[in-house]
Structure formats: C-alpha cells, structure tokens
C-alpha cells in the first residue's frame, strides 16, 4: 500500500487543504469548458473563411495581448488583494465566453468579432493566470507545492487530452452554440472556488534587497508597510524585471524553458507529417498533438516519488534533455519513414512516433512542476505575482517563436531533420547553459535559494 503511495501522484495538498481543494476542482472543471472554446473558435473561423492562415491569426491575437498585458497583470497582482484580482479577471472571462456564445446562437458569422473576443479573452488570462498562480503559495506549505503543481498539472492534460476530442464531436452534433455554452457553465466552477478563498491582501515589501523603489506606504492604522498603494504601472514592471536579475536559479528556470520551447518544439511540423509521411491528415496530427498531453499526464499520475526529490534543478536538467533526445528521437522516426506521401497510415511509424511524443510530453511536465515550484518558492509573496507575469510570457511566447524555427528548419531540410537537429541542439545549449550558471543544479528544495 505503502508503495503505491510512493508510485502514484500525491494527493496530500487536497487533503490538507480544502481551499487548494476547491481551488483545483473549480480550475480543472473550467480548464476542460477553456480547450473547448479554444478548439471551436478555431473551427468557426475556419468554417466562415476556409482560410487556415485565418485560424492562424488566432494565435496572433492571442499571443499579443498576453505578452503585454502578462508583466502588467503580475503587477496587478502583487499590489491588491489577491482573490479579488483573479475573481475580477475570471469575470471579464466569463462574460466574453457568454458573449461568443451568443454570437454562435445569434448565428452572426463575423470573423473580426471572433478576433476581437479571442484578445479580450487572452488579455484577461494574462491577468488572471498570474493570480491564481501566485494564490497556490498563500494556501499551502513549501513543502507541498511540488506536489500541487503536479495536481494542476494532471487536470490541464486532461483537459488538454479530452478538450479537442469532445470540442470536435459536439460541434459535429449540435453547433458551435452548445460548445460555447458549456463552457459558460464549466467556468462557474472556478468562479465559485475563487468566492470560497479567504482574502489574499498584499503582504509587506521583502524585495528591497537589490531593487529599489520596493517599499510600500505604512499604514497609520496596522503600522505596516500598504502594498496595495505601490504605483502600478511601469515602474512596477521594471521593478520585477531589475528583481529577476539578481534572482539566477529563478530567471534559470525561464532561460531553459525558452531553449527547449524555442529550439525543439515539434508542434508545426504536426499538420505535414499527417499528410507527405506518416498519413492519415488531420486525423493523424490529432493524435500527435493529444500524444503530448497524454505524456505530461502519464507523468503526473506516477509523479508520487519524484515530487519528493529536493534537488529539483537537477531533475530540471534531466527532463529537458529528455525534452530535447524525445524530440531528436521523434525526427528520426520521421526520417526513417521519408517523405512518400502515403495513401494510408504507416502504423508502426505512428506507433513509433507517438511513442516519442509521449516520452517529450511527460519530460516536460516534470519540468514545468518543479520549474512553477522553484519561482514559487524561492521568490517573496510580494513579487510572485510579477514574476509569474514573465513566466506567462515565457510559456507562451517561446512556443511561438519555436513554430517559427522548426518552421524554418523544416523548409530547408524536412520536417524529419528539422526535429533531429531541433532536439540535439536543445542538449547541447542547455549544458552550455548550465555551464555557464552552473547554480541551478545545486538548488535544494529544502534551502531555496533565488
């Protein structure tokens, strides 16, 4: 019993606390309803333009949105009550998801309007995703936060696995109006696990060691220092960004990321390989992308040891050079099969190559869990916010730029070697790396060192 304890997820923070309790039910409810808008409005974009350059301005209106407003956000979040913040943007959410549900029902068929609430929607995750984040510190121990992560990051594959494959059936069956209505429902589970938090008020400065300008007002009334009256603004942002420069282990976790993310991923070169080498279209890079998410929770579930490991920088390095041959090891598969454009599914090199993608997909669960863990724990409750602004930033735009570089790569020399050398080059810039800030292998858990 003990053992399997030891082999499956650790499920201690839901039972120690009930708010982190509500808190990941509500987000892995909503998170599900979330992939299936993200699914049907690239759907519907697709059905009024028949235009897949118009479905890929999605991601641009997305992306945009969430760069600018994610350090902006995180300011946000460190200089008022944290609960408040998120409950606020989880609104906003709400409200634009009810208003793409009525344009569906509504039937009014405007791709500008599709745009313009796929922004509003990004720009309000970039707000409250930080909020959230940096909530998960304030209801549990340090020494539990490995294995929250891990928690969250089981419902987000979940979602990410079922999300597209329920997303596809229901508007095959019933329209894009009940997708979109569903998650208006889904999401009420969040916003009910954010009413049950306890206020979430700034807590006093601690950052003013190398960064100026990180002292609040006192408050006459309590005799403490009022983060809430900070200036949220610029200046705000840059304190953030001065602090993650004397912070090495912490700004590490983002600089490793950004190398696995823009040098090895693999996800552009989905839609070719469905058709010019493995075959069977869009249903083949259904299956690759779902192989992914399918790996970070295989992870998740069989994480109950590894979350216990204090020397979680190294356990980072492992996993990205794992990200990183998983990759090189996919694009061999790819350059075995060649470019034929098959008439039929090549099975074995599916199998071959699903199997790779679900050996990168846990590789990068591991190290998103102890990634989100070191910023958490080593950053001061009065700058996670902030901090979780440019990880924000980070998660979504080194994925971005790496479709640009395989993209690239894959027109000069095939989607094949586009992934070998995408993958080696990840290991060897990685050592590189740590070689250079050698720091990050020697972070104990147990003395968090920023």
């Given amino acids: 019993m003990a053992s399997g304890r030891r082999l499956f997820a650790d499920t201690t923070p839901l039972r120690e606390s009930p708010a982190f309790r509500r808190l990941w039910w509500g987000l892995g409810i909503s998170n599900l309803g979330a992939q299936l808008t993200v699914v049907a409005v690239g759907l519907q974009v697709y059905s009024l333009t028949s235009s897949t350059f118009a479905v890929g301005v999605l991601g641009i209106c997305a992306l945009v949105p969430l760069v600018v407003l994610g350090l902006y956000g995180g300011a946000l979040v460190d200089a008022y009550d944290r609960r408040k913040v998120a409950l606020s943007a989880s609104v906003v959410l709400w409200v634009v998801t009810m208003l793409l549900a009525a344009q569906a029902w509504l039937d009014i068929g405007s791709v500008g309007l599709l745009y313009g609430l796929v922004a509003l929607q990004s720009a309000a995750f970039a707000v409250n995703n930080p909020a959230r984040s940096a909530i998960i510190p304030r209801l549990l121990p ?27 059936l229901v508007v095959s069956r019933w329209g894009y109006g009940i997708v979109y209505t569903v998650d ?3 999401f009420t589970a969040a916003l009910w696990a954010l009413v049950q938090l306890p206020g979430m008020p700034p807590e006093p400065s601690h950052a003013g060691d190398g960064v100026d300008g990180a002292e609040g007002e006192v408050d006459p009334r309590s005799g403490t220092k009022d983060a809430a009256r900070r200036r949220v603004g610029l200046s705000s942002v840059l304190e953030g960004l001065r602090y993650l420069a ?11 990321d950004l190398v696995a993310m823009i040098l090895a991923m693999p996800r552009v070169l989905f839609p ?4 010019v080498i493995l075959g069977g279209g869009a249903a083949t890079t259904g299956a690759l992308t779902a192989a992914l998410a399918v790996g970070g929770l295989l992870a998740g579930v069989f994480s109950g040891g590894l979350t216990r490991v204090h020397r979680q920088g190294v356990v980072i390095m492992w996993a990205i050079i794992g990200w990183g041959l998983s990759v090189a090891g996919f694009g061999v598969v790819l350059v075995l099969a060649g470019r034929t454009s098959p008439d039929h599914v090549l099975v074995v090199a599916l199998g071959a190559a699903l199997l790779m993608l679900v050996l990168c997909g846990a590789s990068d669960a591991i190290s998103s869990v102890f990634r989100q863990t070191i910023l958490q724990s080593a950053t001061p409750d009065d700058m996670r916010g ?13 994925p971005r730029l790496g479709d640009l570089v395989l993209g690239a790569q894959s027109s000069w020399w095939g989607e094949g070697w586009a992934a070998v050398v995408g993958g080696l080059a990840c290991v060897v810039v990685l050592l590189l790396l740590l070689r250079w800030q050698p720091r990050l292998l020697a972070y104990d858990s147990r003395h968090p060192e920023p």
């Fill in 142 to 168: 340090a020494r539990l936060l490995p294995a929250a992560n891990t928690l969250m990051t089981i419902t987000w594959n979940i979602a990410l696995t079922a999300g597209p494959l329920v997303a596809a």
């Fill in 184 to 186: 208006v429902l889904c």
């Fill in 246 to 256: 004397t912070r090495p282990n912490v700004r590490m976790t983002f600089l490793v």
């Fill in 272 to 275: 070719a390989i469905g058709v």
């Fill in 386 to 398: 902030r901090l979780q602004g440019v990880f924000i930033v980070v998660v979504a735009g080194g």
